[in-house]
């Protein structure tokens, strides 16, 4: 079966950096792409970026395009998402998830189970 | 940017029908996506494709989509539905998120 296991929560201060890793199991890792979204408490999802697991190809919002990236290690099967600067506003629980590919006709069909990251002085 | 739009809130009886609307532009022309997340848990897959359900998801899911609006409709709501729905799109290779519907079911 599809599964993710995702790092420990982080506890990080203002300014510093996190990495988030997510390891796959259950299915071809090279085949499909992985997701990061992210929640803050009581919020809604937030799309951070993907990344190809075949190619390493990748896709970041915008609202992130400059702190954040995303690698990963195929004979691991794991996914990180490295965000730096982080402020208050970063506190979150960040997931990751499949899809098979980033078209038009894609879909997310499995989540992990979510990292918190929570920055504070 | 391209946004999808849902209603804050809905509410439905027990047994009766819910339906959450998501809205964007021309949206038919897109596939939309609905994720189920109920409190404390991750996100699940109830409707990708605008109206396929995956494997294991019950029947009394569907989806819908025409012209600027995408609509999940649950038939015969039980209270296990009560959740946070979100639906979800594709433009120019990034994911797009609604802002989420909280269903209550009283």
């Known amino acids: 079966q599809v599964q993710f296991v995702q790092s420990g929560a982080e506890v990080k201060k203002p300014g510093a950096s996190v990495k988030v890793s997510c390891k796959a199991s259950g299915y071809t890792f090279t085949s499909y792409a992985i997701q990061w979204v992210r929640q803050a408490p009581g919020q809604r999802l937030e799309w951070m970026g993907w990344?190809?697991?075949?190619?390493?190809?990748?896709k970041y919002s915008q609202r992130f395009q400059d702190r954040i990236t995303i690698t990963r290690d195929t004979a691991a099967s794991t996914a990180y998402m490295d965000l730096s600067s982080l402020t208050s506003e970063d506190t979150a629980l960040y997931y990751c998830?499949?899809?098979?590919?980033?078209?038009?006709?894609?879909?997310?069909?499995?989540w992990g189970q979510g990292t918190l990251v929570t920055v504070s002085s | 940017s391209y946004e999808l739009t849902q209603p804050p809130s809905e509410s439905v009886s027990p047994g009766q029908t819910a339906s959450i609307t998501c809205s964007g532009d021309?949206?038919?022309?897109?596939?939309t996506s609905w994720y189920q997340q109920k409190a404390g848990q991750s996100p699940i897959l109830v409707i990708y494709q605008d109206t396929k359900r995956p494997s294991g998801i019950p029947e009394r899911f569907s989806g819908s989509n025409s012209g600027n609006t995408a609509t999940l409709t649950i038939s015969g709501t039980q209270t296990i539905d009560e959740a946070d729905y979100y639906c979800?799109?594709?433009?120019?290779?990034?994911?797009?998120f609604g802002g989420g519907t909280k269903l209550a079911v009283l």
């Open positions: 021309r949206l038919v022309n897109k596939y």
């Open positions: 998830a499949r899809s098979r590919g980033a078209s038009y006709n894609d879909y997310i069909d499995y």
């Open positions: 990344i190809n697991g075949g190619n390493s190809n990748t």
């Open positions: 979800q799109a594709w433009d120019s290779s990034t994911v797009i």
